[in-house]
Nanobody, 114 residues
Framework: QLVESGGGMVQPGGSLRLSCAAS????????MTWVRQAPGKGPEWVSA???????VYTNSVKGRFTISRDNAKNTLYLQMNSLRPDDTALYYC??????????RGQGTQLAVSP
């Protein structure tokens, strides 16, 4: 099971941290990805982290978002800074790499608006 939290409404330029609590599987054995889906658009992978801690970011969030994981707490994080209106989307965590995943959470909504 994957359960996200931390979304909300924020003004442009603001920051938020998303969390994803994992249970029911050995979290440390899996690569993990944050995916977002904006209204009317398809899913877009945002950032991913390997089980060894290597990270990748989609170009639009490089330098603004940071993915991390705490294997002791079975939790995945996404620190989001300098938020922009085009970051508005449903964000969910997924077990797997980029858009090839085997499980996902329900998601948490982010709205960036003045």
């Amino acid at each position: 099971q994957l359960v996200e939290s931390g979304g909300g409404m924020v003004q442009p330029g603001g920051s938020l941290r998303l969390s994803c609590a994992a249970s029911g599987f050995t979290f440390s054995n899996y690569d993990m990805t944050w995916v977002r889906q904006a209204p009317g658009k398809g899913p877009e992978w945002v950032s991913a982290i390997t089980r060894d801690g290597l990270t990748v970011y989609t170009n639009s969030v490089k330098g603004r978002f940071t993915i991390s994981r705490d294997n002791a707490k079975n939790t995945l994080y996404l620190q989001m800074n300098s938020l922009r209106p085009d970051d508005t989307a449903l964000y969910y965590c997924a077990r797997g790499w980029l858009l090839s995943y085997s499980a996902r959470g329900q998601g948490t909504q982010l709205a960036v608006s003045p």
